[in-house]
């Protein structure tokens, strides 16, 4: 039976940071229009340093060097340590990559910056722009290191990786699978290339 989808906390989500600073905001010129005195611009000033913060919550991930973005995705591999996560004698199972014809740009441009196929990387906590679940995300790495999110991996299996990824997120690594696109033209597919053990039906 799989486990109920793990969900961002409130203070890693976009959009409760959003509207938080919006409410913040709307509070604050409330109680300055209202005329408190000493004690409204105490409670301002409060307001403001908790609108600061969740605005900065939002900001600095995408400003940090060699950090994630909200997605958490990461904008390089560089220093990342690569383990696979399949064996090449063993015999694999192909996975079909959701939400793949959303990114077209993305696997275009992973495959032009790539003599060959483009590698695959799985992203643990992972999740979408505003959105609040967490998911197993599969990027492509191109020759130069440059990361592209490409999509999720299907839910039935989010469980299982999960405890495989966590270790090597725990220690700065990433797994890397075999990764396949097929198509020479929009749209893209992508595939991955998992353990046989791995429940793949869906």
Do not use: C, H
Not at 167 to 172: D, F, V
């Amino acid at each position: 039976m799989n486990s109920s989808p793990r969900r961002k906390p409130l203070w890693r989500w976009e959009a409760f940071l959003f509207g938080l600073v919006l409410l913040l905001a709307i509070v604050a010129g409330s109680i300055v229009r209202a005329g408190w005195g000493l004690i409204g611009a105490l409670v301002v000033g409060a307001l403001l340093v908790v609108a600061v913060a969740a605005a900065a919550l939002l900001i600095v991930p995408l400003v940090r060097p060699g950090g994630r973005d909200s997605e958490n995705t990461l904008r390089s591999v560089e220093g990342v340590e690569l383990v696979p996560l399949t064996s090449g004698e063993a015999e694999q199972r192909t996975v079909r990559v959701l939400q793949s014809e959303r990114r077209q740009t993305a696997i275009e441009a992973a495959r032009a910056k790539s003599a060959g196929e483009p590698r695959g990387v799985l992203t643990p906590d992972a999740s979408v722009w505003l959105g609040r679940r967490l998911q197993v995300a599969v990027d492509l790495v191109s020759d130069g290191g440059t990361v592209y999110r490409v999509g999720f991996v299907p839910p039935e299996l989010e469980a299982d990786l999960e405890r495989l990824l966590r270790p090597l997120a725990e220690r700065g690594a990433a797994a890397l699978v075999p990764v396949r696109i097929v198509g020479e033209s929009r749209p893209f597919r992508v595939e991955i290339l998992l353990p046989p053990q791995m429940d793949t039906s869906a």
